[in-house]
């Protein structure tokens, strides 16, 4: 073997389990030596807990005992402002590299240390990385929106030409995009390393190897170079080795009122497990409804996307868990929606555009049809004025509540997501049985 690259992503929730990071850290140290580049492809500063308490600078911990080589930079990485993030780049070990962001008409973070590519050896190897964020990260990430995405195709066409000039031996893109499969189709590069998308993924497109380790840093992928070509694999952090050190660091970085107990949660009848965490819908049902009685509104919703990966509502549930389920500072408001409004999104096949879970609200099918809608047990009145509560970001989504016709007074608003949840668990509990909430 001539060249192992060890691939992190989108770590997010892993560290709200010391155990977990210890694990990934314990399980790149085994696997590093001489030959070895260690990189990760963004979303590894937030969001969790502790990057909500620390505005992200919790990642720096990490990265000084991992030692990466390069890292990338994802839309979560950014939801802490751009300052925030850029102290992280100053203050961290790795090159980090992004090819297509600009601020203020010139590449972003140049100041910080951020470059468009970067030569790193191993192996006796030469190997040029270049970064890519995904276009849509201004629209999804408010405190981005100075900063501007470029098309990360052209940008890694560019970024290639440049690294060749140099006189590399292989291209490696650490790219948080969607889009993987039009690049490896439309650039010249040997390995495509992903994140952003939260689903494991190996293979090829054309003659470029592409992996995805998933999320919350339970996966470590090895890309390996030998005897002319590219191969991967998966290691699963779960059964590697403990870095006990860097576990201690983050035991002791958790604040104590999130380690109170709130629930405990009945889940025996809950179904599959994945990751080993439950695969059902309470975190969006309990979410939904948290808001709806925060607000007083009628209606609360909660879209799927909006929930975190590995959320727990099971066992002993403590303000950390739920902080996990929703790590985000956006507040939750409650706006006024006429009733025809909230009956073309229950009858329509498409609903909101980013989908999610309506409480308050109940349906009366025949024949599989819907053919009532009721807030209250009573019909909704096309012609009235309901409130409906959800979260800021949601409301002015194009793809959720921005995506209806009309003005939306706020009328309400209370706190953060999170710090909904943790009243509502608080005061109201978790009877699983009691929550329902209609998908939309």
Known sequence: MTVRILHFSDIENAYNDAERLGRLAGSIEALRDERTLVVGTGDDVGP???????????????????????????????????????????????????????????????????????????????????????????????PSVDIEVTDPIEAARDAVDSLRERGVDHVVALAHIQGIDDLARSVDVDVILAGHVHSE???????????????????????????????????????????????????????????????????????????????????????????????????????????????????????????????????????????????????????????????GISVERRDGAVVDVLIGGEPIDPDASYTLATTEFFLESEDGLGSLDGSRRIESTAGSQYDVLIEYVEQVGVDPESISALEV
Do not use: K
């Open 48 to 142: 969790s807990i502790l990057s909500i308490v620390t505005d992200g600078r919790q990642a720096i911990d990490f990265f000084e005992h991992v030692r990466p080589d390069a890292s990338t930079f994802g839309n979560h990485d950014l939801d802490y402002g751009i300052e925030a993030l850029l102290e992280v780049v100053e203050r961290s070990p790795q090159t980090w590299v992004c090819a297509n962001a600009r601020r203020n008409g010139v590449a972003f973070g140049a100041d910080a240390g951020i470059v468009p590519s970067a030569v790193v050896e191993a192996g006796g190897r030469r190997i040029g990385v270049f970064g890519l964020l995904d276009p849509e990260t201004p629209a999804v990430t408010p």
């Open 201 to 359: 993924r190996i293979d090829r497109v054309g003659g470029t190897l592409i992996t995805r380790p998933g999320a919350g840093g339970r996966r470590l992928v090895e890309v390996t170079f030998e005897d002319g070509s590219w191969a991967a694999r998966t290691h699963e952090v779960e059964a590697g080795p403990l870095d006990e050190e860097l576990e201690t660091v983050f035991e002791q970085r958790l604040p104590e009122e999130y380690r109170r107990v709130l629930a405990d949660i009945d889940r025996s009848d809950a179904g599959t497990a994945v990751d080993g965490e439950l695969e059902d819908d309470l975190p969006e049902r309990i979410v939904a409804e948290a808001y709806r009685w925060a607000t007083g509104a009628d209606v609360g919703i909660q879209h799927s996307g909006g929930i975190n990966d590995g959320s727990r509502f099971a066992g002993e549930v403590t303000a950390a868990d739920l902080v996990g389920v929703v790590p985000y500072q956006d507040p939750v408001v409650a706006v006024s929606i006429s009733g025809d409004e909230l009956l073309n999104v229950v009858r329509s096949e498409d609903g909101f555009g980013l989908g999610g879970y309506m409480s």
